[in-house]
């Protein structure tokens, strides 16, 4: 977009001048930067390699001790398009977090919604207002925002996994608060499952304990073997005959909270797709920006012009309005986490399918 | 409450006359029976035994041909209050249906609202949209308003079960509509699982294909191992300290549509409770009629001051503002079905606990 | 519907008689009135004058007194297929409510909602939960659920107006509960505005007291002179060639309930509806019932196959899917209350609209 | 929050060069700026005079043309504390728009939503979507989020007024799209009151045209003299001992969406304060920026420790979790807008009162 340009005038400079004198700062100059046509992220389509972050990771195990005051050993996607902040995408914080034998990070709570998905390992329970959650490969664990919640490793060996968080939109708007809880876990006890999935996690069915809507789901834990049953029997549909898949050859679920059906938290969308080897998705943008972590296969993430070979941990951001598509060429499985529920829930969300594969 | 008595005056008495010829009625004559002080339901807590209802359908299964026309072998629980009318309630339906070896009820579809649910047997699919869903002991099977519906026995066995519907309501308010469908059953297979439950009967997630909220669940088999684990969950969680139950002994869960979390039609509430043998629940008094069957051992319902035992398959109507408990002889499985989502919805709704056991 | 036509056979007649003892009704040899192909309401199309009604209030007034017991000169529109209950269709109540000069109708309360409207005269007040509520012509006043209410005549001059409320749909859902409250009323000024009005009757404006979504319209007054600019406005908008109004020369508004844009009240739509002389409006058929009241003008309503001339006070009752339209001879104003919300939050709504004019 | 030190360790050294190499970045360095105890603004409380802004505005007026590129003659507030971007708060802008005699803004369209308030003078009008709406002192004219609008001057004075908008929030969550429309106005009739008006504002009513919920009001102008009778009824209301007022002394009314009950659009909150003279406010802090602009009369804003004197046209931001109140010397008029629906829709609200004046 044109914007008017400066005219050498020295009344208009005294203007100018005397604009920023009183804190003022005209439209006109810089509109198309305010405004612009389309959006326009300085955040960049970016991937990080699970080879590099687990090592990285590993490092930092053996230097950095864990506890009050650094609270976690996590360590953030950084989007180079951000000027060194460390957040993924405007909106979302993404970091590896990393937990040696027997070590445990302190119990908080934040105003911040958060979520852990395991790419890999086991051995650490997460405690979420004192109810212990086994945490392992496959699962996507949540802790939302004002839960007290701690980590603790009960094996000899270490364990890391990614946390998902809104920190980057919380700081923004400055509406974040946050406080220390207990230096240990409140419940030391390992159990398979937790109380919270005992009660919350049979499909359709909920007690009539803690009945109406709530704004965070109250599963703890979705786990794998469903996230994983779900998406086999959509293409075992899809091969009989019926409509299940999102497009063919990609099967996807949303993880919802059973009160409303909505999203698991306000600000955070988290899904999981799979694609038969060979499938390439229908090219598109979407208003809000998403972070992938691929969790089993190969294949190339294409974001704007560039195409990406990505494995097993690798995790990819996608910013706003970036066209993307996904190619996969063993059988894919993606874990995905969004911005969506900001952008819908503020009515800004739109959509563009730039043709097929 | 006490009304306006006629007095004996020949102008008042024309004018009632006057009245009556202008279709025109007086509130003050009858105000007492318009508007009680508290609902004073004409339909009365009644029981019905499974003893005597299994054998009348099977006499049924040997008289009366199932198919096009009579559509149902469905014999329907008529309240001793309401008249003679096939109505559980003023607004539910309750029918024992009964489906001898090979025999198939036609498809057809309606505005009413049903579901089935099973005491016992198996062995029948009911198909819904095209959709074969094996019914089981314990199954809770969907089928909402205005789905295409049929039900074949591929057995060479019996099968009855019970048939939960808004006929009273619809029938009331004029807002029924009905169409006939295919004489046979649309898809002859015989799944272990439907394809609606394969797609939406995991627990807190949601395939990407049918996004958003539905007016009805889109879940057509409530599966009893799913039931049975969430009940035993609760108890096993009060015997470990935690809170989980409605009241001490007493387990429950709600069965919901998972796009919403509310209930799985507009128009019924369907609900499971386990209550530990000995307990005695709170007596209480609500606003809306309940249907329960009782599903697996023996105890007692206080309606009133009556009192009754029951057993496996006994069925028991409890009308608007009755007192109501259950008491446990046994460890205690029982199903209920209530309009209460007509009630809450218009916001008529009212609970009274009226002290403990 | 064809239904199983009964045999000549004993034993048949055996298992009729053995389920008539049992409180048993099978359903296939009444299929056809239980659920009939499109809604077969019992209430049929009906008209009553206010040439006939009004001298009979009038009557009503000098034998009958108004007071504790009978509570209300109201004198309720009995439709003839109701069987001589005082019901205007199932579900909604209308009568005409007589005051004399002076008179005083006692305070009370109950859970069935209701409305006055003024179709001539003026003079009283009635008091909702404390607050006057001037009655003036063409005014829609509100009396929610469990708001405390009485009327008194400040004047020298009788005043008669209609109620409307969900009596038949409380009284078949067995959800009412009523009680007695102040033998005269608890302010016996009299302001031309409410309280109530005057913290909420400004468009699209609500006070910081009292946010959040609430049940029932906080408005106890609609104004006639908001809903004739209202109406004005949209002809005038049609007439400017700007679409406004539902059909040609057809205006309509819907009061509504301003916390939630919904409905005034859980079970009861008013609106109001203006005809330019000569109009005809689209013949159609609804799920749920209507009842009119002609404010001003002369017309004509179809309902199925008859057509009747009404003027300024007649009550009309459209009952569910009776086809309907209305012809305007004059400029004709109409106010009009239905069961609608009941019908589409129970998610049982249909219209079909059976060709033009 | 202390947050672990730098040991002086070059194998750590190390590791945080090798993560900034992999554009990641540790919590644990920086945990107390990035989850604060609460929140920490970097926005500043800060006051603009409206002696200062308008004489601005005209030096501006006699230099810059208004017209396509610039599109409008708009002076942002540039919060001190934001480094020297032209944001208000960091999801809220706010500018003095300056249009001369005769002059046109050209139409474009935004995603942004916009509302413009109006301190002094008339004279032009904001043309929507087609619909001339007149701008007048005291008016909140709305253009929500992709409505085509522009502007025009009819008379030989200039008039000013402010403009709020979500651009710095759609500029950080990259939701914004923007479109140019007309290069004049595409009605240029001056009428006294819009078509949307016209429609939509009768309090309580509806048309029938365009039922549903809306994700923005459709009400294109709230009207002073609406605002001003809804303040007074409150201020008399509680002279007469009536609860209407939000504290003593203090009336407010919320503008909003009549087809919901909320707020006018999506991520902006309009509302409307009188304090009488002498008043003083509660302190309290709330979670969320707000932008005050006074209408009329003079007062006191304390904002944390500082106190400013403020009169007509004076501009006040109030950052989030800032201590703030405000005192009333004279009768005290002030509008206020805020990013409350972010908040609140994304469940990030908090208040805390501080204790009385």
Redesign the interface.
């Known amino acids: 977009?044109?914007?008017?340009t400066h005219v050498e005038?020295p009344?208009?400079e005294q203007?100018y001048g005397?604009?920023?004198a009183?804190?003022?700062?005209?439209?006109?100059?810089?509109?198309g930067d305010?405004?612009?046509?389309?959006?326009?992220?300085k955040?960049v389509p970016?991937v990080?390699k699970w080879s590099?972050?687990y090592p990285?990771a590993q490092?930092?195990g053996d230097?950095?001790?864990v506890g009050r005051?650094?609270?976690?050993?996590?360590?953030?996607?950084?989007?180079?398009g951000l000027g060194?902040?460390?957040y993924a995408t405007?909106?979302l914080w993404a970091?590896i977090q990393y937990l040696g034998p027997k070590e445990t990070a302190p119990e908080h709570r934040?105003?911040?919604n958060a979520f852990r998905f395991v790419v890999e390992g086991d051995g650490v329970w997460t405690v979420v207002n004192g109810d212990p959650v086994a945490m392992r490969r496959g699962d996507l664990l949540l802790t939302p925002?004002w839960a007290f919640h701690g980590h603790h490793n009960e094996t000899d060996h270490p364990m890391a996994w990614i946390d998902g968080l809104d920190?980057p939109?919380?700081?923004?708007?400055?509406?974040?608060?946050?406080?220390f809880g207990s230096d240990g876990v409140t419940d030391e006890s390992t159990p398979d499952v937790s109380?919270a999935e005992?009660?919350?996690?049979?499909?359709?069915?909920?007690?009539?304990?803690g009945?109406g809507?709530r704004?965070?789901?109250p599963?703890t834990a979705?786990r794998w073997q469903?996230?994983d049953?779900?998406l086999h029997?959509?293409l075992?549909?899809e091969d009989e005959g019926?409509?299940?898949?999102?497009e063919p050859g990609h099967a996807?679920?949303?993880?919802?909270?059973?009160?409303?059906?909505g999203d698991?938290m306000?600000?955070i969308r988290a899904?999981f797709h799979r694609l038969r080897g060979g499938t390439h998705t229908r090219a598109r943008r979407d208003?809000?920006?998403t972070v992938y972590q691929v969790f089993d296969g190969t294949g190339r993430f294409h974001l704007g012009d560039d195409t990406t070979e990505v494995g097993t941990g690798d995790l990819v951001v996608v910013?706003?309005?970036t066209e993307w598509s996904i190619e996969a060429e063993t059988d894919f499985d993606v874990f995905a986490f969004s911005?969506a529920?900001?952008?819908e829930?503020?009515?800004?969300d739109?959509s563009h399918v730039t043709e097929g594969a």
């Open positions: 977009m044109r914007t008017q005038d009344a208009l203007l005397d604009f920023a009183e804190h003022l700062n005209p439209l006109w100059t810089q509109l305010l405004m612009p046509m389309v959006p326009t992220p955040a970016f990080w590099t972050l990285l490092r930092a230097l950095v001790p005051g650094g609270e976690r050993r996590a360590i953030a996607l950084a989007n180079p060194g902040l460390p405007p909106t970091a934040h105003s911040q925002g920190i939109f919380v700081n923004y708007t400055d509406t974040g608060f946050f406080e109380r005992r009660l919350w996690s049979h499909p359709g069915l909920r007690p009539l304990v009945l809507r704004t965070t789901t599963i979705y469903h996230t049953a779900a029997e959509q075992a549909l019926y409509a299940a898949t999102t996807a679920v949303r993880f919802t909270n059973p009160t409303t059906g698991i306000a600000t899904e208003v809000g920006s910013p706003s309005w911005d529920p900001i952008v829930r503020l009515h800004m739109r």
